[in-house]
T-cell receptor, first 113, second 114 residues
Framework: GDSVTQMEGPVTLSEEAFLTINCTYT??????LFWYVQYPGEGLQLLLK?????DKGSNKGFEATYRKETTSFHLEKGSVQVSDSAVYFC????????????FGDGTTLTVKP | DTGVSQDPRHKITKRGQNVTFRCDPI?????LYWYRQTLGQGPEFLTY????????KSRLLSDRFSAERPKGSFSTLEIQRTEQGDSAMYLC????????????FGEGSWLTVV
Protein backbone atom coordinates (compact mmCIF):
# COMPACT_ATOMS: atom_id res chain seq x y z
CA GLY A 1 0.00 0.00 0.00
CA ASP A 2 0.86 3.67 -0.01
CA SER A 3 3.40 4.95 2.49
CA VAL A 4 5.32 8.10 3.37
CA THR A 5 8.68 8.26 5.09
CA GLN A 6 9.98 11.48 6.62
CA MET A 7 13.36 12.22 8.05
CA GLU A 8 13.42 11.69 11.76
CA GLY A 9 13.44 14.68 14.01
CA PRO A 10 13.54 16.74 15.95
CA VAL A 11 15.33 19.37 13.93
CA THR A 12 16.76 22.39 15.71
CA LEU A 13 18.03 25.37 13.73
CA SER A 14 19.10 28.91 14.39
CA GLU A 15 17.07 31.72 12.92
CA GLU A 16 17.91 32.44 9.25
CA ALA A 17 19.38 28.96 8.73
CA PHE A 18 18.52 26.82 5.70
CA LEU A 19 15.94 24.11 6.21
CA THR A 20 15.54 20.76 4.49
CA ILE A 21 13.10 18.09 5.63
CA ASN A 22 13.30 14.94 3.56
CA CYS A 23 10.23 13.03 2.43
CA THR A 24 10.02 9.95 0.24
CA TYR A 25 6.98 7.99 -0.73
CA THR A 26 5.74 4.70 -2.10
CA UNK A 27 2.60 4.70 -4.18
CA UNK A 28 1.10 3.35 -7.36
CA UNK A 29 0.97 5.72 -10.29
CA UNK A 30 1.16 9.46 -9.80
CA UNK A 31 -0.14 10.55 -6.41
CA UNK A 32 -0.63 14.13 -5.33
CA LEU A 33 1.85 15.25 -2.68
CA PHE A 34 1.37 17.65 0.20
CA TRP A 35 3.12 19.29 3.11
CA TYR A 36 1.05 20.20 6.15
CA VAL A 37 2.11 22.18 9.21
CA GLN A 38 0.75 21.70 12.71
CA TYR A 39 1.24 24.20 15.51
CA PRO A 40 0.90 23.05 19.14
CA GLY A 41 -2.66 22.08 20.05
CA GLU A 42 -4.00 22.82 16.58
CA GLY A 43 -5.12 20.92 13.52
CA LEU A 44 -3.20 20.57 10.28
CA GLN A 45 -2.83 23.46 7.87
CA LEU A 46 -2.01 22.88 4.24
CA LEU A 47 1.38 24.42 3.51
CA LEU A 48 1.88 23.50 -0.14
CA LYS A 49 1.11 20.83 -2.70
CA UNK A 50 2.13 19.40 -6.06
CA UNK A 51 -0.06 17.26 -8.25
CA UNK A 52 2.26 16.02 -10.98
CA UNK A 53 5.91 15.20 -11.58
CA UNK A 54 8.32 18.16 -11.62
CA ASP A 55 5.72 20.50 -10.16
CA LYS A 56 7.04 22.83 -7.48
CA GLY A 57 4.74 23.78 -4.64
CA SER A 58 5.56 26.95 -2.73
CA ASN A 59 4.08 29.04 0.07
CA LYS A 60 5.41 31.41 2.75
CA GLY A 61 8.98 30.89 1.59
CA PHE A 62 8.73 27.08 1.71
CA GLU A 63 9.21 25.02 -1.44
CA ALA A 64 9.04 21.38 -2.45
CA THR A 65 9.50 19.75 -5.86
CA TYR A 66 7.74 16.55 -6.91
CA ARG A 67 10.51 14.19 -8.04
CA LYS A 68 9.08 11.10 -9.64
CA GLU A 69 12.45 9.55 -10.39
CA THR A 70 13.49 9.59 -6.74
CA THR A 71 9.92 9.39 -5.32
CA SER A 72 10.69 12.38 -3.15
CA PHE A 73 9.10 15.66 -2.08
CA HIS A 74 11.65 17.36 0.17
CA LEU A 75 10.62 20.55 1.96
CA GLU A 76 13.04 23.50 1.88
CA LYS A 77 13.20 27.04 3.14
CA GLY A 78 16.08 29.38 2.65
CA SER A 79 15.84 31.29 5.92
CA VAL A 80 13.76 30.02 8.80
CA GLN A 81 12.15 32.15 11.48
CA VAL A 82 11.22 31.41 15.08
CA SER A 83 7.57 31.43 13.99
CA ASP A 84 8.26 28.43 11.71
CA SER A 85 8.65 26.22 14.78
CA ALA A 86 6.03 23.50 14.35
CA VAL A 87 5.54 19.91 13.26
CA TYR A 88 5.66 19.31 9.51
CA PHE A 89 3.87 16.39 7.85
CA CYS A 90 4.42 15.04 4.38
CA UNK A 91 1.37 13.34 2.85
CA UNK A 92 0.13 11.80 -0.37
CA UNK A 93 -3.22 11.15 -2.00
CA UNK A 94 -2.94 8.00 -4.03
CA UNK A 95 -4.80 7.56 -7.28
CA UNK A 96 -6.56 4.47 -5.92
CA UNK A 97 -7.31 5.79 -2.45
CA UNK A 98 -10.52 7.68 -3.14
CA UNK A 99 -8.86 10.86 -1.99
CA UNK A 100 -7.84 9.91 1.51
CA UNK A 101 -4.36 10.93 2.54
CA UNK A 102 -1.50 8.88 3.88
CA PHE A 103 0.79 10.78 6.25
CA GLY A 104 4.34 10.51 7.44
CA ASP A 105 5.05 10.61 11.15
CA GLY A 106 5.96 14.27 11.16
CA THR A 107 9.16 16.20 11.79
CA THR A 108 9.36 18.64 14.68
CA LEU A 109 11.20 21.84 13.84
CA THR A 110 12.44 24.20 16.52
CA VAL A 111 13.98 27.49 15.46
CA LYS A 112 16.01 29.34 18.06
CA PRO A 113 16.56 33.11 17.96
CA ASP B 1 -14.92 31.65 8.84
CA THR B 2 -15.73 29.04 6.20
CA GLY B 3 -13.24 26.40 7.28
CA VAL B 4 -13.86 23.00 8.84
CA SER B 5 -15.13 23.34 12.39
CA GLN B 6 -15.15 20.73 15.11
CA ASP B 7 -16.86 20.57 18.48
CA PRO B 8 -15.96 20.15 21.26
CA ARG B 9 -12.30 21.07 21.05
CA HIS B 10 -11.49 19.20 24.23
CA LYS B 11 -13.29 16.41 26.05
CA ILE B 12 -12.31 14.59 29.23
CA THR B 13 -14.36 11.53 30.01
CA LYS B 14 -14.29 8.58 32.33
CA ARG B 15 -13.54 5.16 30.97
CA GLY B 16 -16.72 3.42 29.89
CA GLN B 17 -18.62 6.58 28.99
CA ASN B 18 -19.81 7.46 25.50
CA VAL B 19 -18.61 10.56 23.68
CA THR B 20 -19.70 12.24 20.47
CA PHE B 21 -17.80 14.68 18.28
CA ARG B 22 -19.31 16.90 15.63
CA CYS B 23 -17.76 18.15 12.42
CA ASP B 24 -19.03 20.83 10.06
CA PRO B 25 -17.13 20.67 6.76
CA ILE B 26 -16.55 23.41 4.24
CA UNK B 27 -20.01 23.93 2.79
CA UNK B 28 -19.37 23.04 -0.85
CA UNK B 29 -17.31 19.94 -0.06
CA UNK B 30 -18.96 16.58 -0.63
CA UNK B 31 -16.24 14.44 0.93
CA LEU B 32 -15.73 14.29 4.67
CA TYR B 33 -12.98 12.36 6.46
CA TRP B 34 -12.24 11.39 10.04
CA TYR B 35 -8.66 10.80 11.19
CA ARG B 36 -7.11 9.99 14.54
CA GLN B 37 -3.78 11.35 15.70
CA THR B 38 -1.76 10.34 18.73
CA LEU B 39 1.27 12.16 20.09
CA GLY B 40 4.31 11.83 17.87
CA GLN B 41 2.40 10.24 15.02
CA GLY B 42 0.86 11.39 11.81
CA PRO B 43 -2.91 11.29 11.33
CA GLU B 44 -4.37 7.85 10.67
CA PHE B 45 -7.38 7.44 8.43
CA LEU B 46 -10.56 6.22 10.12
CA THR B 47 -13.42 6.66 7.68
CA TYR B 48 -14.80 8.85 4.93
CA UNK B 49 -18.11 9.92 3.42
CA UNK B 50 -19.10 10.92 -0.06
CA UNK B 51 -22.18 13.03 0.64
CA UNK B 52 -24.22 10.94 3.11
CA UNK B 53 -22.73 7.59 2.11
CA UNK B 54 -19.99 6.10 4.27
CA UNK B 55 -17.75 4.56 1.64
CA UNK B 56 -14.80 3.24 3.58
CA LYS B 57 -13.87 2.36 7.13
CA SER B 58 -10.41 1.57 8.40
CA ARG B 59 -9.77 -1.54 10.44
CA LEU B 60 -8.78 0.94 13.16
CA LEU B 61 -12.46 1.73 13.52
CA SER B 62 -13.64 -0.85 16.03
CA ASP B 63 -17.28 -1.71 16.67
CA ARG B 64 -17.34 0.88 19.44
CA PHE B 65 -16.88 3.64 16.87
CA SER B 66 -19.67 4.86 14.64
CA ALA B 67 -19.79 7.79 12.26
CA GLU B 68 -22.75 9.33 10.52
CA ARG B 69 -23.41 12.07 8.02
CA PRO B 70 -27.17 11.99 7.83
CA LYS B 71 -27.86 14.80 5.38
CA GLY B 72 -24.54 14.94 3.64
CA SER B 73 -23.53 18.04 5.58
CA PHE B 74 -22.26 17.78 9.16
CA SER B 75 -20.95 14.53 10.60
CA THR B 76 -20.76 12.95 14.04
CA LEU B 77 -18.26 10.46 15.39
CA GLU B 78 -19.42 8.53 18.44
CA ILE B 79 -17.22 6.38 20.63
CA GLN B 80 -19.04 4.00 22.94
CA ARG B 81 -17.62 2.51 26.14
CA THR B 82 -14.46 4.59 25.88
CA GLU B 83 -11.11 3.07 26.78
CA GLN B 84 -7.88 4.79 27.77
CA GLY B 85 -6.42 3.79 24.42
CA ASP B 86 -9.00 5.99 22.72
CA SER B 87 -7.24 9.09 24.05
CA ALA B 88 -6.14 11.00 20.96
CA MET B 89 -6.94 13.94 18.75
CA TYR B 90 -9.80 13.26 16.35
CA LEU B 91 -9.44 15.26 13.19
CA CYS B 92 -12.15 15.97 10.67
CA UNK B 93 -11.35 17.05 7.15
CA UNK B 94 -13.22 17.78 3.95
CA UNK B 95 -12.52 18.03 0.26
CA UNK B 96 -14.28 18.67 -3.00
CA UNK B 97 -13.08 15.43 -4.54
CA UNK B 98 -11.71 17.17 -7.62
CA UNK B 99 -8.30 16.62 -9.18
CA UNK B 100 -5.50 17.01 -6.65
CA UNK B 101 -8.13 16.55 -3.94
CA UNK B 102 -6.68 18.86 -1.32
CA UNK B 103 -7.94 17.90 2.10
CA UNK B 104 -8.67 20.72 4.55
CA PHE B 105 -8.54 19.91 8.24
CA GLY B 106 -10.38 21.23 11.24
CA GLU B 107 -8.72 22.17 14.52
CA GLY B 108 -9.33 18.73 15.96
CA SER B 109 -11.10 17.40 19.04
CA TRP B 110 -8.88 16.25 21.88
CA LEU B 111 -10.18 13.27 23.81
CA THR B 112 -8.74 12.27 27.17
CA VAL B 113 -10.11 9.11 28.78
CA VAL B 114 -9.35 8.85 32.49
Amino acid sequence: GDSVTQMEGPVTLSEEAFLTINCTYTATGYPSLFWYVQYPGEGLQLLLKATKADDKGSNKGFEATYRKETTSFHLEKGSVQVSDSAVYFCALNGVTNAGKSTFGDGTTLTVKP
Amino acid sequence: DTGVSQDPRHKITKRGQNVTFRCDPISEHNRLYWYRQTLGQGPEFLTYFQNEAQLEKSRLLSDRFSAERPKGSFSTLEIQRTEQGDSAMYLCASSSGTAGNTIYFGEGSWLTVV
